[in-house]
């Protein structure tokens, strides 16, 4: 489970960056999306390297590749594709996990799959996939 872990840290650490990006081409009600998503994003990245406190921490990224962003409708795009990705590696860490474990990373991905849509991103039955 811990490669799965590791694959969520790294997902919710890509996606706190998109939404720094992402931040000063959005505005008006987009804002508070913004700060409740970038915020929801870093407190899963906290709370999940407490799940691998007696493993050793993977690092944090020096930084990410992304598209560029320079108008609102290129911000709302980034947010939607970060926030699908990680529906898909939710689902990979449900597939992996147990009793709590396995409802959390569901209901995460299911956040996750929300906040896609709420950027403008097509409903998918099975997000990710």
């Known amino acids: 489970m811990s490669e799965a872990l590791i694959a969520a840290i790294a997902g919710e650490q890509a996606a706190a960056y998109a939404y720094g990006l992402a931040a000063p081409y959005l505005s ?38 992304a598209p560029p962003v320079n108008d609102e409708s290129q911000a709302r795009q980034l947010l939607a594709q970060v926030e699908l990705r990680l529906c898909a590696t939710y689902a990979d860490l449900a597939a992996q996990s147990t009793g709590i474990a396995r409802r959390a990373a569901v209901l995460t991905g299911r956040e996750c799959a929300v906040r896609s849509i709420s950027w403008g991103g097509a409903p998918e039955a099975f997000p990710g996939r």
């Open 28 to 65: 008006g009600s987009d804002n508070d999306l913004v700060r409740g998503g970038l915020v929801a994003h870093q407190q899963r990245v906290t709370a999940l390297r407490e799940q691998l406190a007696s493993t050793p921490q993977p690092p944090a990224p020096l930084g990410f590749e």
